[in-house]
């Protein structure tokens, strides 16, 4: 085996939640936290799989080839983790058979929390296409219903754009204005959410218009060009209020923090995970703001983003 150790980076998405999947112009970065694998042959003709989170292991399981694909060795029913990892490798093996001559372990090593949504799963599936080198997008278009900007995040070394055009990813490196940025902070929110359920509800029953798309696609561009601290202003509560509006849900300020001298803007999927806030009032007023709130897992920019 040439390559047997492999790493792929965490994500944000600071601009185009949701409507990136409908060819909104959108800005992600990669993050400081991410995701190793490691794959060793084996002498069993099965296929093993670990997950550790900061070297604690936290899922482990063996998979088995039965009549033409794989399946678990040891378990009846599914739990989500499996679910998912079966489907990486039988969609694998359906691709390149020749991979899976030997019985194979995998070890997947994720140097962050897994409930904080930095993006465990295209981590993952960014690894396992630098193994397999099948085309990152190619794979994750088979295992996932996202639009794929995370995978381009994994392996990116700046901040990058990205664009669905006629269904294919536009993707383009970016530098953002870090002497703004590096006052915003990311809180974690300790709700995770579940990425692939929010994409669903959010084809059944956003409404959104072409304006919509292009006012997005505006900010974004207006991020990249970001030289002031009441644009930055601006750009997070026009934004907020467009996707508000789409969703048909108050902003998570509205929602929570009301009384918040500042501007915040959700990640992602709205409701968990992380959120971005900064105030005029400094760094140590957004900060002990959110811990009067309880909210205590609180990252810089610069902790956070790889950049």
């Known amino acids: 085996m040439k390559n047997t150790k492999f790493y792929s980076k965490g994500k944000f998405l600071l601009t ?79 691709e390149k058979p020749s991979l899976f001559s030997k019985g194979l372990k995998f070890i997947s090593d994720l140097n962050f929390d897994i409930n904080w949504g930095l993006g465990s799963s295209s981590s993952l599936i960014s690894n396992f296409s630098q193994w397999s080198e099948i085309e990152k997008f190619e794979l994750f278009k088979k295992l996932s219903n996202g639009s794929g900007y995370d995978v381009f995040a994994a392996q990116a070394e700046t901040a990058i754009t ?95 923090f009301a009384d918040f001298d500042g501007e915040i803007k959700s990640l992602g999927a709205w409701g968990g995970d992380f959120i971005l806030a900064f105030s005029k009032n400094g760094n140590n007023f957004t900060k002990n703001y959110f811990h009067s709130k309880n909210l205590n897992t609180i990252f810089t920019w610069n902790q956070m983003v790889f950049c």
């Open 162 to 256: 990205y664009q669905l055009i006629n269904d294919l990813p536009i993707v383009q490196e970016v530098e953002l204005n870090n002497d703004i940025l590096e006052n915003c902070f990311f809180v974690y929110l300790g709700k995770k959410q579940n990425s692939e359920n929010e994409v669903k509800n959010y084809r059944k029953s956003a409404k959104i218009s072409s304006t919509d798309i292009q006012n997005i696609s505006n900010l974004t561009q207006r991020f990249i060009d970001l030289n002031s601290y009441d644009e930055l202003i601006e750009i997070i509560q026009n934004h907020e209020k467009i996707i508000s509006s789409i969703l048909n849900r108050p902003t998570i300020k509205e929602e929570l």
């Open 16 to 94: 185009g939640e949701y409507v990136i999947i409908d060819g909104a112009f959108s800005l992600a970065v990669p993050l400081n936290f991410g995701q190793f694998l490691t794959v060793e042959e084996q002498e069993k003709n099965e296929i093993s799989f670990e997950t550790y989170q900061n070297s604690e292991l936290v899922y482990s399981n063996n998979f088995i080839y039965y009549e033409n694909e794989y399946k678990v060795n040891n378990s009846i029913s599914q739990n989500a983790s499996d679910k998912f990892i079966l489907q990486i490798i039988n969609t694998l093996i359906a």
